[in-house]
């Protein structure tokens, strides 16, 4: 920040003014957009723009063969009134989102705190074992062999040996049990950025704010955490909160996988699979649209609402 | 609190590394199969070679050589013919020929054939023999003689650099050959015994396509132990010390199998030939070079007498934690003992193999002139060490049945089985297996390996010595033992797969440095950085050359790159000579509808999935084909089933490529041993059920709804494919009866069926009629126990059998409507559909990738034409033509999730099948209605031939 030792000594606020309109402040702005328009040019082409021809695409009939033809509001009707399958993946979407959501979210707080009293090597190892099944991609295939259906699964043969069951449970095709399977599995691979982000955080508290609560009275690590701990992890939080929740409404991969495309009675659609099945197998790219045109609608509203819920907790101005 | 935090924290960690170490301990295999091999035939009887051997341990070797005229023989039971040579070739499968044998006192002898292939497809033939009318010992029926197979050693380019896969043919040259063990157990060619006098060698043929030309009985030479052959050449005349002969591994002269084909290498910048960018075939083998029994075979010219050794650049790593074995012939000889078992270690990178070793190799005395060199998949000391523990996991296998006869599979953990006194033998069995397989552990801890490969047997050790302890825990761990026994077994099995690649090989003079194996760090970074930015430039989706998109037809191939370069193959041989049209063939995954969406699609698109042409059809995607004048006559090649789910509307969207229907496969072995007949009628099934599980077995159903609807005279559609006729009885009926196969009679909704097939566990099942190939390839040791045959009928009012099965889809060939020259692209749907076309592709294709690639046209007399044996094709054909195939409209998809729904409330929730089909019915209908009305009003009208 430059000021000019001129007439007397200015205050702060006037050397900021003056720096703002000053030729120095207007091309450090210029370089900040030039090293921005990469980032800025993808951005709009493969985020931006997709999402606006999604909103346009909403209000047609398109099949990818022939050009789309104008539907008025008929597919945002037709969503509400008369499908069925969307009001279930619906359903189904905000029990996961509800459940493995914050369960996830909270998870990954809470191993990132234990974690964080260990050694820097013992952590950065447990830190990499709790984050490899969000690395490594597909590993939660191998759940399809725990939950095999054949009764030499794993947990099938487990049960019969114990002889719990005579018949082996169909666990990722019968629709009382899939649902909870497929939660469980999303919550184990819930340790994801959100929990980088934690660690980080953790760490760079500042240490002296723990001195000073020590001193001022501070009982014991449960005031801890929510006086000083917390309120310094903002950001963090924040963060977390977006990627964690609102990852959990786009759940589709790992339904897919373990439950099939589509699942039984659907009882493992969500919304995402629902748009899938829809765009893909039935060739309808306009509905396909709308549904996720309403996904991104609910996603920005639960952005919103926990930013403010956060906002709370962490007296964040 | 920090305290506890911190002890939890710990705990945390320990409990994870408690659980990781455990799964290191846990069966290594467990995840994979559940395969037990049974090593021999018939399940209950078993004379190995090594007890044959054992049992004829006195007999002295053979004297000389008795040479027996092929034509000479006393009887055969089919006809076969005498050419001027004195060779004979046999007209049928299954024939006997006898021959007469006289010696004058015991002898062994091992029976060498000189053969060769009469025609130019011949890939193997399979025999057996039988001394004075037996089977002498198990594995005497399962011979297999390799027709080697040559190609072409230029290799063309297409136009833009890469290299095309060469032609190949069998060679009609004739090669003899001992009969060995084809399954890797036995290093050395079987000794056959013959008494005194005079007996009766019966040559049985599987299959045809040779001709045998000289039959010999002699015994193996004794090999030389290396000392003995440095010192037979010690000292001799070396001028050879400065000279090297190169031999690029993927230029042979001959090989044993015609899918050893040469490999596109573009990893190293150290294989020679090599390039960055294009594709060059530079080395040969992989996981096509792994069966014990394959060769591959070189000539080589020796420029000087002298003394070389052997370097190989080779790569291993396929096979972690053993070595891969090679068998090395000069001249047809193996020069000493120590070369049957060349050994590679594993390693992800290049290796350069010398043999013998780095610091006292081999050295070979070549003199000048021209020589070969062949390379054989062999098992070296690991056949030995597969044997035993085979023996071991036979009886173990013995026992585990013997054991479930009293417990069943699922014993009751609270009673007390007493399986010390019920079952006889137990403890014995326990102990001999244990030491045999302690045996061989140890044998192989000392050579030094360990780690994931000894693990299978060390759990097996530990669980057998747990049940020696406390044989009262035997039921409760009933499940692991079996899977234990499994996963052993599976790993003797794979242990005698021993796949290797090659890129050169160098004999060296004693001057002559070693060549390094990888290239220095510069080359390779630089042909890395190469290779990454000529893929930006090289387009390696297209095949072979490229011609002017504009005036050529493009056809997309959805499947591989075997597939999608052998037609490209056949349409430069075939096609474009014989039209005068290019086509340049491009390998894709999927993008059909987005291409074509953005104008960039093809004209032509082959291996469709069979749903996607009434689906695009419906849309105005494609071309309609009956409008063609030679329609009429293309559609004559198929049965008119295959055709049925290309209809839309009155027009025919799409030619058949392929077709898969179920049959019935039984374990013929097994049901012989039970005294049933496999089922002809579902009342016959119902009857088996019963026995079948009776000795904890089961039957393996898949989907059949539709086959049971088609025999009970219903159908999916109405007449105009707006309803389903799911309301009929027809349709209740087969529901139920559906349904009922689990939920009343205890069929497994989920099983694999492979593995269950191969132990005997489910030895009737329906299912694709390719599963026969799966068998043919993987289960060796079961090879001449299963059949196939009709799937169960339905009896009608009339008293015959309907044996109507409905088919499960397959692929086919589509134009699109962007096509801008549709005449030209009709023509060559007509050619690539035609008889010739179609056998050609299966022929090559099959060439190419070994029997499993065996391709299932749905050009009937192209099937005739396919290497299967004439008794399976007759099976087939005969199922084939009760074949009807489901019509596909718009709303498909949804009827089989909804059936698929129904189905599953009927399992899960036991409601009744009646009622839940009328109600997901309804569902089904709801849907097809709206698709309908969707086609109607916002599709455009159909284009006729534009």
């Known amino acids: ?317 | 609190m920090r305290r506890i935090r911190k002890i939890s924290a710990w705990l945390m960690v320990f409990s994870i590394c408690f659980v990781l170490l455990a799964q290191a301990r846990a069966s290594g295999e467990g995840m994979e199969s559940f395969a037990a091999a049974e090593k021999s035939g018939s399940a209950f009887s078993r004379y190995t070679y090594e007890m044959y051997i054992s049992d004829n341990g006195d007999v002295p070797k053979g004297a000389g050589e008795i040479s027996i005229a092929p034509d000479s023989y006393v009887e055969a039971t089919g006809p076969v013919e005498t050419d001027e040579e004195k060779g004979i070739t046999w007209a049928e499968e299954f024939t006997d020929i006898v021959y007469e044998v006289t010696v004058d006192r015991d002898s062994k002898y091992a029976i060498y054939l000189e053969y060769n292939a009469t025609a130019e497809n011949t890939m193997f033939a399979e025999m057996a023999v039988l001394i004075n009318d037996e089977l002498p010992f198990d594995g005497a029926d399962k011979f297999m003689l390799r027709v080697p197979w040559v190609m072409d050693l230029e290799f063309r380019s297409d136009s833009r650099g890469n290299h095309l896969m060469p032609a190949q043919r069998a060679d009609t040259a004739p090669v003899s050959a001992p009969l060995a063990d084809s399954e890797g157990l036995y290093n050395k060619p079987y000794e056959f015994v013959f008494r005194a006098g005079t007996n009766r060698l019966t040559i049985r043929a599987y299959s045809k396509g040779i001709r045998i030309s000289k039959i010999t009985l002699k015994s193996p030479a004794e090999s030389i132990w290396y000392a003995e052959y440095e010192n037979a050449h010690k000292g001799k005349q070396d001028k050879a010390a400065d000279k090297e002969i190169y031999i690029d591994a993927e230029k042979p002269l001959r090989k044993s199998d015609s899918s050893i084909t040469p490999l596109y290498e573009r990893g190293s910048a150290a294989t020679e030939p090599n390039d960055p960018v294009k594709m060059l075939l530079n080395t040969i083998g992989g996981d096509k070079w792994q069966l014990p029994g394959q060769w591959i075979e070189y000539s080589f010219d020796v420029p000087e007498t002298g003394y070389y050794r052997l370097n190989l650049r080779c790569k291993q790593n396929l096979k972690n934690g053993l070595p891969t074995i090679r068998r090395m012939y000069i001249d047809g000889e193996v020069p000493f003992e120590e070369a049957e078992s060349l050994a590679v270690p594993f390693s992800i990178r290049w290796q350069m193999l010398t043999a013998g070793g780095k610091d006292q190799p081999y050295w070979f005395y070549l003199e000048k002139g021209t020589h070969t060199l062949r390379l054989e998949v062999a098992t070296g000391k690991y056949g030995e060490i597969a044997r035993n523990v085979l023996e071991a996991v036979y009886d173990l296998n013995a026992l585990y049945r013997e054991i479930i006869m009293i417990t069943g599979t699922s014993p009751d953990i609270y009673r007390d089985y007493d399986l010390v006194k019920s079952v006889p033998g137990l403890m014995d069995v326990l102990e001999s297996s244990r030491k045999r397989l302690q045996a061989e552990l140890d044998t192989m801890v000392a050579a030094g390996e360990k780690g994931s490969e000894t693990a299978v047997i060390e759990d097996l050790l530990v669980q057998i010595r747990d049940f020696q302890k406390k044989p009262d825990t035997i039921p409760k761990a009933l499940e692991f033992f079996r899977s234990n026994i499994s996963a052993v077994s599976s790993w003797v099995l794979n242990l005698n797969r021993q796949p290797l690649e090659i890129d050169y090989i160098v004999f060296q003079g004693r001057d002559v440095p070693d060549r390094k194996a990888g290239g220095s760090f510069f080359s390779s970074l630089w042909y890395q950085i190469a290779s990454i930015l000529g893929s930006f430039v090289h387009d390696y989706n297209v095949i072979g050359d490229v011609y002017d998109k504009n005036d050529s037809l493009n056809v997309w191939v959805f499947s591989g790159r075997d597939q999608a370069q052998t037609i490209k193959q056949l349409i430069d041989e075939q096609f474009t000579s014989q039209y005068r049209i290019n086509v340049n063939v491009s390998l894709v995954q999927t993008g059909l509808i987005e291409a074509t969406l953005a104008k960039n699609g093809p004209d032509i698109a082959l291996f469709a999935g069979s749903g996607d042409p009434v689906n695009l059809a419906s849309r105005g995607a494609l071309v309609e084909l009956s409008q063609f004048d030679s329609f009429e006559e293309v559609s004559k090649r198929f049965y008119p089933s295959a055709m049925e789910p290309y209809k839309y509307n009155g027009g025919v969207y799409a030619l058949p490529l392929t077709q898969h229907f179920p049959m019935l496969f039984y374990r013929s072995d097994i049901f012989a041993e039970l005294g049933i007949e496999p089922p002809r009628t579902w009342d016959d099934l119902y009857k088996l059920i019963n026995i079948i599980q009776g000795r904890n077995m089961n039957i393996g159903m898949p989907d059949i709804f539709a086959t049971l609807l088609y025999q009970n005279g219903g159908r999916y559609y109405n007449d105009d494919l707006s309803a389903t006729e799911f309301d009929t009885p027809a349709a209740s009926n087969a529901f139920t009866q559906w349904t009922e196969f689990y939920s009343m009679y205890g069929l497994p909704l989920t099983y694999d069926l492979y593995n269950r097939f191969r132990t005997g566990e489910m030895p009737l099942a329906i299912a694709d009629y390719t599963f026969y190939t799966q068998l043919y390839v993987a289960a060796p040791e079961i090879r001449n126990l299963w059949e196939m045959t009709l799937v169960p009928g339905t009896v009608l009012e009339d008293g015959t059998i309907n044996n109507t099965v409905v088919g499960g889809g397959g692929q086919a060939a589509i134009i699109m409507h962007t096509c801008k020259n549709k005449e030209a692209a009709w023509t060559f749907l007509d050619w690539f559909t035609s008889d010739k076309a179609q056998a050609d592709y299966g022929n090559l294709i099959e060439a190419r990738l070994g029997v499993i690639g065996r391709y299932p046209t749905a050009n009937k007399e192209a099937f005739k034409l396919l290497p299967t044996s004439v008794k399976l094709k007759n099976i087939i054909i005969e199922q084939w033509e009760r074949v009807e195939e489901l019509p596909q409209i718009p709303a498909s998809y949804y009827v089989s999730r909804n059936l698929t729904n129904a189905f599953r409330r009927v399992q899960y929730y036991y409601e009744n099948p009646r009622h839940t089909l009328h109600i997901y019915n309804r569902y089904i209908n709801e849907e097809i209605k709206r698709k309908r009305e969707e086609m109607g009003r916002y599709a455009l009208s159909q284009r006729k031939g534009d």
């Open chain 1, 1 to 317: 920040m430059h000021y000019r030792r001129g007439k007397g000594i200015e205050t702060m606020h006037q050397a900021a003014y003056k720096y703002a309109l000053s030729k120095g402040k207007r091309r450090d702005t210029r370089d900040a957009y030039l090293m921005l328009l990469p980032f800025l040019l993808l951005f709009s082409f493969f985020i931006v723009l997709p999402i606006l021809s999604s909103i346009f695409l909403g209000f047609t009939y398109f099949d990818m063969i022939q050009m789309p033809q104008f539907l008025g509001v008929k597919n945002y009707v037709r969503m509400f009134l008369d499908d069925d399958v969307f009001l279930k993946a619906l359903s189904n979407t905000v029990v996961f989102a509800v459940i493995t959501g914050p369960i996830g979210y909270m998870s990954c707080f809470i191993f990132a705190w234990l974690i964080n009293e260990l050694p820097p090597r013992v952590r950065s190892v447990l830190t990499f074992i709790f984050y490899v099944p969000t690395i490594s991609g597909s590993i939660y295939i191998m759940w399809t062999y725990i939950f095999s259906g054949d009764s030499y699964g794993l947990i099938n043969g487990v049960l019969r040996n114990l002889g719990l069951i005579n018949k082996p449970i169909q666990f990722l095709t019968d629709p009382k049990y899939v649902l909870s399977v497929i939660m469980l599995v999303q919550i184990w691979m819930s340790l994801g950025t959100a929990f980088l982000s934690f660690i980080a955080g953790l760490q760079n508290v500042d240490k002296q704010l723990y001195e000073a609560g020590a001193i001022d009275g501070i009982r014991n690590r449960w005031q801890e955490l929510f006086y000083i701990t917390l309120p310094s992890m903002g950001p963090q939080l924040q963060f977390g909160a977006v990627m964690q929740i609102g990852a959990s409404f786009s759940v589709s991969q790992i339904a897919i996988a373990l439950a099939g495309f589509p699942s039984t009675d659907n009882a493992a659609t969500t919304i995402v699979t629902h748009i899938m099945d829809v765009g893909n197998l039935r060739y309808e790219m306009g509905y396909a649209s709308a549904i996720s045109v309403f996904l991104f609608a609910i996603m920005l509203f639960t952005n919103f609402l926990l930013r403010n819920i956060l906002r709370a907790v962490t007296k964040d101005d």
